[in-house]
Nanobody
Framework: VQLVQSGAELRNPGASVMISCKTSGYTFTREYIHWVRQSPGQRLEWMGRIDPEEGGTKTARNFQGRVTFTADTSTNTAYLDLSALKSEDTAVYYC?????WGKGTLVTVSS
């Protein structure tokens, strides 16, 4: 099983960022994809998840209104879109099925 994430991103405050998570080695529609982030010196923070089969999502309260989770079953790829970025959003973002994890994508928000 592999979850391959897109590369590091640098954004200005107020911008948006999209991170991809291309999966292989298992049936994409059989596992939820969760998104988790870790800010410098902080614990892992669960952001939400998507059911790739039905497209249903669940979003942590802290991110409601700012985050969108999507999944493309034709390419077995999940996406995280985070808008209205703030410096506090600087973190490493991970996609995970819980059993397997991507290597993380560093997003830096700085002017």
């Amino acid at each position: 099983v592999q979850l391959v994430q897109s590369g590091a991103e640098l954004r200005n405050p107020g911008a948006s960022v999209m991170i991809s998570c291309k999966t292989s080695g298992y049936t994409f529609t059989r596992e939820y994809i969760h998104w988790v982030r870790q800010s410098p010196g902080q614990r892992l923070e669960w952001m939400g998840r998507i059911d790739p089969e039905e497209g249903g999502t669940k979003t942590a309260r802290n991110f409601q209104g700012r985050v969108t989770f999507t999944a493309d079953t034709s390419t077995n790829t999940a996406y995280l879109d985070l808008s209205a970025l703030k410096s506090e959003d600087t973190a490493v973002y991970y996609c995970t099925t819980i059993h397997d994890w991507g290597k993380g994508t560093l997003v830096t928000v700085s002017s």
